[in-house]
T-cell receptor
Framework: ETGVTQTPRHLVMGMTNKKSLKCEQH?????MYWYKQSAKKPLELMFV???????ENNSVPSRFSPECPNSSHLFLHLHTLQPEDSALYLC????????????FGPGTRLTVT | GNSVTQMEGPVTLSEEAFLTINCTYT??????LFWYVQYPGEGLQLLLK?????DKGSNKGFEATYRKETTSFHLEKGSVQVSDSAVYFC?????????????FGSGTQLTVLP
């Protein structure tokens, strides 16, 4: 596998379910990001991890819980979501220093019923 | 704070037409500028970038020039193809704490008709 991978690609869950999104980067980067992409809205940065430490949390509801066990893996744990949380969730990675661009995964299309 | 404003879409062009998607930015320092492209059903891919004033980023026939005096980074292509149909995002990056963060525009949907 190369680049940034995300699983699952599609997820349908009820409001009382608990699920997790997984992101893995194979680029040797040390910063990882979660974004939310909703229809007709700009990408919203949710969380930033640098060297496995959370450095940004943009007022995201507590029903979203990130986890970064090592520099290659990032999870987003979901529980008691609302229908308005339906969106495309994108993971990205970058180097803290040197390369300045972020590399994105294909996203997980989440539908909350 | 930082912000990016890009022209609203959707934009519909015929094949081989000239493309311009406008992008202007507001930043406190000296950001790096990017264009990302999102094809249907996929994540974002970096299309091109420029890191300082007067730099020109180019890739796949697309170009954009970092204009500090007008705070702009307009995307251009001389002859579009059907395969260029996608959503295009302008973005800027400034160091923030210990990790760089991107600020995105709202995206412009481009449809190219054969």
């Amino acid at each position: 596998e190369t680049g940034v991978t995300q699983t699952p690609r599609h997820l349908v869950m009820g409001m009382t379910n608990k699920k997790s999104l997984k992101c893995e980067q194979h680029l040797g980067h040390n910063a990882m990001y979660w974004y939310k992409q909703s229809a007709k809205k700009p990408l919203e940065l949710m969380f930033v991890y640098s060297l496995e430490e959370r450095v940004e949390n943009n007022s995201v509801p507590s029903r979203f819980s990130p986890e970064c066990p090592n520099s290659s893996h990032l999870f987003l744990h979901l529980h008691t979501l609302q229908p308005e949380d339906s969106a495309l969730y994108l993971c990205a990675s970058s180097q803290q220093r040197g390369s300045i661009e972020q590399y994105f995964g294909p996203g997980t299309r989440l539908t909350v019923t | 704070g930082n912000s990016v404003t890009q022209m609203e879409g959707p934009v519909t062009l015929s094949e081989e037409a000239f493309l311009t998607i406008n992008c202007t930015y507001t930043a406190t320092g000296y950001p790096s500028l990017f264009w990302y492209v999102q094809y249907p059903g996929e994540g974002l891919q970096l299309l091109l970038k420029a890191t300082k004033a007067d730099d020109k980023g180019s890739n796949k026939g697309f170009e954009a020039t970092y204009r500090k005096e007008t705070t702009s980074f307009h995307l251009e292509k001389g002859s579009v193809q059907v395969s260029d149909s996608a959503v295009y995002f302008c973005a800027l990056s400034e160091p923030s704490g210990s990790a760089r963060q991107l600020t995105f525009g709202s995206g412009t949907q481009l449809t190219v008709l054969p």
